[in-house]
C-alpha cells in the first residue's frame, strides 16, 4: 500500500540528485570501506538507515496486515477498508501542511515528529482499536480512523523528510533507506503471518500486533537521533570529512559519471536502457506529449492500487475466509519491493506495458464481479477461493511492477526535456529539494512533468477512494450478508 504517496524507487533516485549538486557536500566517516565513486561506507551507518526508513510506511502497512483479522469485530464491518483507503487518503494533506511551514520547522524537529505521532499512534490504537462511538445513531470506530489517520499523516509525510535528511550522508546509503522502506511491508506481512489467522486461534493479540508496530517506529527513531548525532562532529568519535559529490547530469541517476561508458568499459546504465525502450519520433514532442500515456497508465495504476482494490478486497475475500482475505494482503505487501526492484533491471517496452495494463484491468473487473456477488460468489466447482488469490495476487505484481516502470520511464523523459543544466532531473526532486522557496518556483523549477505526474498520481487514488467509498457505504452494490 505503500503506492499510496512516493514511491521509494522515485524517491531513492530524487536523492542521489540532491547530493549530486555540485552546492552540496556529503559527511563521510573517514577509514571505512570504499563505495560507488570513492565515497566510504560505514555498515553501521548502512544498518542505521535502513532501521530509519523502516519507519516510513510500518504503519499503515501494518493496518491493512492486521484488518483481515479485525474486521469482524468492528461495526462497519467488510467496509472498513473502504473507510480506512478514505481517510488515508485525506491524510495527504501531510506533505502540504509541511511544505506551508518547513521554513519554521527544523529537519530534526520535523522528523522527530513524525516518527513520535506514529508510535504514540499505534500505542493508543492497542488500547482504543475496538472502542465505538456513536456517530449519527449508528456505531463507528472513531478511535480506529482517528489514529489510523494521524499515522498516514506522518507516513505520507516521511517522503518529504527522509530523503532530504539523508542528503548528509552520500549516496550509498540511498539503497540503505530504499530498503528500509521496502521492508517496512515486508515486516508488517511476516507479523501478521506470525500472528496466525482468527479460525487457527492467534498467536498473540491485536494488542500485542499494534505495540510491535510502535516499537519498529521506536527503533526507527533511535536510530535517526544517532545518524543525527553522527552528522555532529563535534559530539561524534567518528571522524567526518567533507566530500564534494559532482553531478548534475541525467547518467548520475544510476551512478554513472560523466566519462565515456565504453572508455570505462561499462555496462549502460538504466537510464539509457530505460530510454531505448522509448519511441523515436521524427520530430521531438513536447515531455508532456510523450510522458501523456504514461501518466494516464501512472492515474489507473494508482486508481487501482490506493482506491479499488482496497476498498473492495474484503468482499472478494472474505466469503472464502479470513485466511484468503490474509494472503491477498500480506502477499502483495510482500511482493512489492520485488516488483519494483524488477523494474530497474527489466523495464516495460511500450508494448508490455500496454499488455500489462489490459491483463491488470481484466483481473480488477474479475475481482470486481466477485465482490459484487458477496456474500455469496461463484464456488467454480471449489476453485473460487483460489482463482480469487491468484488474481488478486497475479493483479497486484502486476500494478507495483508497471507502476515502477512507468515512473522510471516518465523520470527517463524528464531528464532528457530537462530545460537547464541546473533544473532537477527527477520527478520528485522539484518538491523535496530547494526548502526555501516557494512553492510555485519550485513547480517552475521542476518543469510541467513533475507536476503532471503529482497530479495524476493523487488524482487518479483520491477518485477512486471516493467513488468506492460511495458505492461501498451508500449503494446496495455491496453487501456482506
Not at 463507528?140 to 539523508?166: G, K, R, Y
Not at 508488517?188 to 506470525?194: E, F
Not at 565515456?260 to 555496462?267: F, G, L, W
Request: aromatic content about 8%; proline content about 7%.
Amino acid at each position: 500500500m505503500n503506492g499510496m504517496s512516493l514511491d521509494s524507487m522515485s524517491a531513492s533516485s530524487s536523492f542521489k540528485d540532491e547530493v549530486g549538486s555540485s552546492d552540496h557536500a556529503a559527511l563521510v566517516p573517514t577509514g571505512q570501506e570504499v563505495g560507488e565513486k570513492g565515497h566510504k561506507i560505514d555498515w553501521r551507518v548502512f544498518a542505521l538507515v535502513v532501521c530509519y526508513g523502516v519507519g516510513a510506511w510500518v504503519t499503515i502497512n501494518g493496518l491493512f496486515s492486521e484488518l483481515p483479522l479485525i474486521v469482524e469485530k468492528l461495526p462497519e464491518g467488510w467496509a472498513t477498508a473502504s473507510y480506512l483507503t478514505l481517510v488515508i487518503q485525506i491524510a495527504n494533506i501531510g506533505p502540504v501542511i509541511y511544505v506551508l511551514v518547513e521554513k519554521h520547522v527544523s529537519l530534526f524537529s520535523a522528523n522527530l515528529a513524525v516518527l513520535l505521532l506514529g508510535a504514540v499512534s499505534m500505542i493508543l490504537l492497542a488500547f482504543l482499536w475496538d472502542t465505538t462511538s456513536d456517530v449519527g445513531g449508528e456505531r463507528h470506530s472513531v478511535p480506529l480512523l482517528v489514529l489510523s489517520f494521524a499515522a498516514a499523516l506522518a507516513d505520507c509525510t516521511t517522503s518529504l523528510l527522509f530523503w532530504p535528511f539523508l542528503g548528509r550522508f552520500p549516496s550509498p546509503y540511498a539503497a540503505a533507506l530504499s530498503t528500509g522502506e521496502g521492508l517496512s511491508g515486508l515486516l508488517a506481512a511476516a507479523l501478521s503471518w506470525i500472528q496466525g489467522a482468527p479460525n487457527d486461534g492467534l498467536l498473540f493479540s491485536p494488542m500485542v500486533f499494534f505495540f510491535l508496530l510502535a516499537a519498529m517506529l521506536l527503533c526507527s527513531l533511535a536510530a535517526f537521533l544517532a545518524l543525527y548525532r553522527r552528522t555532529q562532529p563535534a559530539n561524534s568519535s567518528i571522524q567526518y570529512a567533507a566530500l564534494p559529490i559532482a553531478g548534475g547530469d541525467a547518467e548520475s541517476l544510476s551512478g554513472a559519471t560523466e566519462t565515456d561508458p565504453i572508455k570505462e568499459n561499462r555496462k549502460p546504465s538504466l537510464l539509457s536502457k530505460t530510454l531505448a525502450l522509448l519511441p523515436r519520433p521524427r520530430a521531438p514532442p513536447s515531455s508532456l506529449m510523450l510522458a501523456g500515456p504514461y501518466l494516464l497508465a501512472v492515474a489507473w495504476l494508482s486508481a487501482c492500487q490506493n482506491g479499488i482494490k482496497p476498498s473492495i478486497a474484503s468482499y472478494a475475500t472474505l466469503p472464502y475466509g479470513s485466511r484468503i482475505y490474509q494472503a491477498t494482503s500480506n502477499t502483495a505487501l510482500a511482493l512489492d519491493p520485488l516488483c519494483a526492484l524488477l523494474s530497474l533491471v527489466y523495464p516495460a517496452s511500450p508494448r508490455v506495458m500496454a499488455s500489462g495494463l489490459l491483463l491488470m484491468t481484466l483481473l480488477m473487473v474479475y475481482v470486481l464481479v466477485i465482490a459484487l456477488h458477496s456474500p455469496a460468489p461463484p464456488s467454480m466447482g471449489g476453485a473460487g477461493a483460489p482463482f480469487v488469490l491468484l488474481a488478486m495476487t497475479f493483479g497486484s505484481i502486476l500494478q507495483s511492477y508497471l507502476k515502477a516502470s512507468a515512473l522510471r520511464t516518465l523520470q527517463a523523459i524528464h531528464a532528457i526535456h530537462c530545460p537547464t543544466p541546473t533544473a532537477p532531473k527527477t520527478l520528485t526532486h522539484a518538491l523535496s529539494s530547494h526548502p526555501e522557496t516557494p512553492i510555485a518556483a519550485r513547480l517552475a523549477r521542476g518543469g510541467a512533468l513533475p507536476t503532471a505526474l503529482g497530479v495524476a498520481m493523487q488524482v487518479g487514488s483520491l477518485l477512486a477512494a471516493v467513488t468506492f467509498f460511495c458505492l461501498v457505504n451508500y449503494s446496495h452494490l455491496f453487501s456482506e450478508g
